[in-house]
């Protein structure tokens, strides 16, 4: 087939083909490849973007935990301050702490464990726990 290409003026690309470094044998793990700086292109870098930023900032988390408690149906706006307590002083039950821990996880795209949560019942410990969670964004 070279051959034929030659003929036809390919002389150029028989010379790259024969220039081409030969294609290392796959490893038994992608992660290995990967690591070796083959594999799936720039998968594992981080090519043109800007540094990874740990968590959010502590005024950030206050507005957007504001925003979300704000946003339960059960809460009155009015009661709601920087430091409400959310059964004491906004009256939910502890359902209603559950949903709106469900509302901080997905509004901040984090998992919150079990016993963090339970520890979550007030505006001040959830800015606490968001803005100092890494993962926060």
Do not use: C
Not at 21 to 40: E, K
Not at 52 to 57: C, E, K, L, R
Not at 76 to 84: C, F, I, M, R
């Amino acid at each position: 087939m070279l051959r034929r290409i030659a003929a036809r003026g390919g002389s150029l690309l028989r010379s790259r083909a024969a220039l081409a470094p030969p294609v290392p044998a796959p490893s038994s793990s992608i992660h290995a490849q990967i690591d070796a700086g083959r594999g799936w292109g720039l998968l594992g870098r981080r090519w043109m973007s800007a540094p990874a930023q740990d968590g959010i900032s502590e005024k950030e988390a206050l507005d957007r935990v504001m925003m979300i408690v704000k946003a339960h149906p059960k809460v009155n706006p009015a009661k709601l301050t920087q430091s409400s307590h959310f059964m004491n002083d906004l009256g939910l039950d502890s359902l209603d702490v559950v949903e709106i821990v469900m509302g901080f996880e997905e509004e901040f795209v984090l998992y919150i464990p079990d016993e963090v949560a339970d520890k979550l019942v007030s505006v001040p410990a959830a800015v606490d726990f968001v803005a100092k969670h890494p993962k926060a964004k």
